[in-house]
């Protein structure tokens, strides 16, 4: 990956429904050369796809918490995965180090729909206990830069 890939890149991330000749006048290279280097970042897994970006406020999943997963004993990743992919409210998780065995972004409705969804993902079987904390606002939220 060079820089022109890199700048590429940024273009796609400021607006990926840029077409391959207006990405192409910015890094001054022809619209095919342009596909030609997004299909071969696509291929190397650089690029991993086009997306829209949705508010999910606007969608009404506005309430938002990151919870400490602690397991029972030792629990592999992809089992804690496995009993988290059926929650829609699951909108990420992660294995971290220190004392909790993953982090879980939940978003629901509301507060009673968190709770909700909170009560049945302490019911996992894999799960010892949770730690919550409610997100008040969003201070910053930007995409990696390239």
């Known amino acids: 990956m060079d820089s022109i890939d890199q ?13 391959y000749a207006e990405i192409g006048k910015e890094v001054g290279l022809s619209a095919p050369a342009v596909k030609r280097r997004v ?19 606007a969608l009404g999943w506005g309430t938002e918490a990151f919870v400490e997963v602690h397991c029972k004993g030792n629990v592999a990743p992809h089992d804690i995965q496995h009993r988290l992919e059926p929650m829609a409210e699951v909108s990420a998780a ?21 709770e909700t969804a909170l ?18 606002s969003r201070l910053l939220d930007r995409p990696i830069a390239p």
Not at 94 to 114: F, M, N
């Open 119 to 136: 009560e049945r993902l302490r019911a996992v079987e894999i799960i010892d206990r949770t730690v919550s904390t409610v997100v008040l």
């Open 94 to 114: 992660y294995t971290v180090s220190g004392a909790a065995d993953a982090i879980v972004h939940l978003r629901a409705a509301d507060i009673h729909h968190l």
């Open 39 to 57: 299909d071969k970042l696509l291929d190397t897994g650089v690029l991993r796809g086009f997306t829209a970006v949705v508010d999910p406020e």
């Open 7 to 19: 700048r590429i890149i940024s273009c796609l991330m400021a607006n990926a429904r840029s077409s």
